[in-house]
């Protein structure tokens, strides 16, 4: 089994910063990709940040120029800066991964969600 245990979300207020971090641990060989995506109150879940093994980003546009996304490939862990938040970035996210199994097959992990706050 592979677990992602996520952690840093909270209640901040609307110019504030808060940083997520998500370690992945268990039967995965690889991770290939690693993101976070957040779901708000009758929203669809979407994307937020993607990072590859390879470095590559990208960031959904509402995002650009305040959250940044990284890892530690030594750690399995994956970081969501995020500043300048906004009232609007409140919701619930999830980091995802997506690597290969011991088995030699790729899948998608997902972790247990962390509530993100902002006040107005």
């Known amino acids: 089994q592979v677990q992602l245990v996520e952690s840093g979300g909270g209640l901040v207020q609307a110019g504030g910063s808060l940083r997520l971090s998500c370690a992945a641990s268990?039967?995965?060989?690889?991770?290939?990709?690693m993101g976070w995506y957040r779901q708000a109150p009758g929203k669809q879940r979407e994307l937020v940040a993607r990072?590859?093994?390879?470095?590559?980003?990208n960031y959904a546009d509402s995002v650009k120029g305040r959250f940044t996304i990284s890892r530690d490939n030594a750690k399995n862990t994956v970081y969501l800066q995020m500043n300048s938040l906004k009232p609007e970035d409140t919701a619930v996210y999830y980091c995802?991964?997506?690597?290969?199994?011991?088995?030699?097959?790729?899948?998608?992990?997902w972790g247990q969600g962390t509530q993100v706050t902002v006040s107005s």
């Open positions: 995802n991964v997506y690597g290969l199994g011991y088995d030699g097959v790729m899948r998608i992990y």
């Open positions: 990072i590859t093994s390879g470095g590559n980003t």
């Open positions: 268990g039967s995965i060989f690889s991770i290939n990709a």
